[in-house]
């Protein structure tokens, strides 16, 4: 089912963003509303900021200098809410903060990239540094490379001292589009402070949906096709995970049912109540074991289509989609506890993976003697905030809290911090999961983008279309013999086969003075004579392309 993209979240009429479709409205008045319905949400700083002002009007009899300071009130004002942040001290503080570090980016970029080896030697030109957005974690960019003879891993390679330049504590740099990189830059712990949903990362691999961000400032993800058990006392983030769990699925935009479980009556997940992607809804404990049952055929009858088509891994479509339990305080399925992996859940958790069946279990008590028979099943596992260090070592195994995982010493005032352990790997990883709000958590229910997201997901939309229409070109590299070597396509050739240049260990028996290069009117058509070229030519180091059975 195609997701509903929602450009306004909160000035809406019945949800759903209607308004929207009655009365369509460019992109800068809409903004221009949401920035004036903020105001009207927040009256009190709108009253103490227009006092203040009328003040020292009055004051100084001089109107002129009242101007001017209503002006720049009114340019902070709009590039504190272009930063995403409430109007409470700490929300100030933190965008007054982003907004710092944004100055400090323009301000050493030169700098830097001087440090770096980055500027051209022969003009003093530097890689240009443009959309510049000061955000709660820290300041993302773009960066124009190749334009001064540099590529994005040269860019990668020396990120470390434009970090060191910069005084931040963690930076990411990824390749946006040819010739244009994304540079990311986070100041202080990103786990220490509230996460707001415009944070949430995409993840970093697909298979992965991504949740929060650890200490880092790097996307913490889970697998989809694999279960997870997050533990967690009253008001640590439990509920909250879920939501920004579906929030992520919904940024993927990938097909998916849900079945709940929701036994304490129906008070932490009664939005998923006739939801959108909702399948099977229970809020009472002697339902659950019905719904598991469910689940289980379910995934057998799928495991059995899969053998007759000789289909070893499911992959998810719209008619077959990720199948997610979700099990609201699983101490309450006690029959399904008690008889361990041989129970109907312990085979979903054994075998669902393969048929894209997996669980989401949580629980606001961990103990050992309970836990103990299933806990090993879910190679995913979550402990947010506990009570006891037992209670922390119930879940992540012996010894979790001594090897860093100090689950039972988060405070309260810390809702969504905990520590992720994933089996295969070394170590727990701290995070924080972003915050859903109430307004939010209804437009993910409906199977809607909240207005941040959705901003993102539709330039990705438009920079992809963009590709697409742009000419581009089919390269052919030959060796001194004349023997094929490779075929790519860009949309421009002097930086990508720097990047060859940079990255192909075959790049040396290349000889440049051989190389074709056929210019198409777009992508799609330069796409094509690729793959024709591929399947036809068998050029010698192109391992990529799929051939066709």
Not at 47 to 58: A, D, K, N, S
Request: hydrophobic content about 40%; charged content about 25%.
């Amino acid at each position: 089912m195609p997701l509903r993209v929602t450009e306004v979240d909160k000035w809406t009429i019945g949800g759903g963003g209607r308004i929207r479709d009655l009365f369509p409205m460019p992109p800068w008045l809409i903004l221009l509303t949401r920035f004036l319905f903020w105001w009207v949400r927040h009256w009190k700083v709108t009253c103490l900021l227009g006092l203040y002002v009328f003040w020292t009007i009055w004051a100084s009899k001089w109107f002129g200098l009242g101007a001017v300071i209503l002006v720049v009130m009114a340019w902070w004002s709009i590039a504190i809410y272009r930063v995403g942040q409430g109007c409470s001290p700490a929300d100030l503080k933190n965008a007054l903060r982003a907004l710092r570090y944004a100055a400090r980016v323009r301000r050493r970029w030169t700098v830097a990239c001087e440090s770096s080896g980055l500027t051209d030697k022969r003009d003093g030109h530097s890689p240009r540094l443009r959309k510049i957005k000061a955000n709660p974690s820290g300041v993302s960019a773009e960066v124009r490379v190749g334009q001064v003879g540099h590529t994005s891993g040269d860019l990668v390679a020396v990120s470390e001292t434009i970090a060191a330049v910069m005084s931040a504590d963690a930076i990411n740099v990824e390749q946006h589009a040819p010739g244009l990189a994304s540079l990311s830059l986070s100041w202080g712990d990103p786990t220490s402070r509230v996460l707001s949903l415009v944070e949430l990362p995409e993840p970093t691999a697909s298979g992965y949906v991504a949740f929060g961000l650890d200490a880092d400032g790097l996307p913490t993800e889970i697998g989809l096709t694999t279960s997870t058990l997050c533990v967690g006392e009253s008001g640590s983030g439990k509920s909250n995970l879920v939501w920004a769990l579906l929030a992520g699925l919904n940024q993927l935009q990938l097909p998916y049912r849900l079945r709940v479980i929701d036994p304490a009556g129906g008070v932490e997940l009664s939005r998923l109540d006739g939801a959108l992607h909702t399948r099977y809804y229970v809020d009472k404990a002697k339902d659950a074991d019905d719904l598991i049952k469910q689940a289980r055929d379910s995934m057998h009858a799928r495991l059995a289509d899969m053998k007759k088509q000789s289909v070893r891994m499911h992959t998810a479509t719209e008619a077959e989609p990720i199948d997610i339990t979700i099990i609201d305080e699983l101490l309450l399925c006690g029959e399904q506890l008690k008889q361990g992996a041989i129970s109907p859940l312990g085979e979903i958790l054994s075998v669902g993976r393969k048929a894209n069946y997996v669980v989401w279990a949580l629980s606001q008590l961990s103990q050992v003697d309970a836990l103990g028979r299933l806990r090993d099943l879910f190679p995913q596992r979550i402990a947010l905030a506990t009570k006891s260090r037992e209670m922390t070592e119930a879940v992540l195994g012996p010894q979790a809290e001594a090897m860093g995982a100090k689950c039972s010493k988060i405070s309260r005032k810390m809702p969504g911090q905990g520590y992720l352990y994933v089996d295969g790997t070394k170590g727990y990883r701290k995070f924080r999961v972003v915050k859903i709000e109430d307004s939010e958590a209804d437009q993910i229910a409906r199977g809607e983008l909240p207005a941040e997201m959705a901003a993102r997901q539709l330039e990705k939309v438009a920079h992809q279309n963009r590709l697409t229409k742009q000419k581009t070109a089919v390269y052919r590299l030959y060796d001194n013999m004349d023997n094929l070597l490779y075929v790519g396509i860009t949309n421009n050739p002097n930086i990508r086969l720097s990047e060859h240049a940079a990255e192909k260990p075959w790049w040396s028996v290349v000889d440049q003075t051989k190389t074709q290069i056929v210019w198409y009117k777009n992508r799609p058509q330069a796409k094509a004579e690729e793959t024709k070229a591929i399947l036809t030519e068998h050029p010698k180091y192109n391992v990529d392309e799929v051939v066709p059975a």
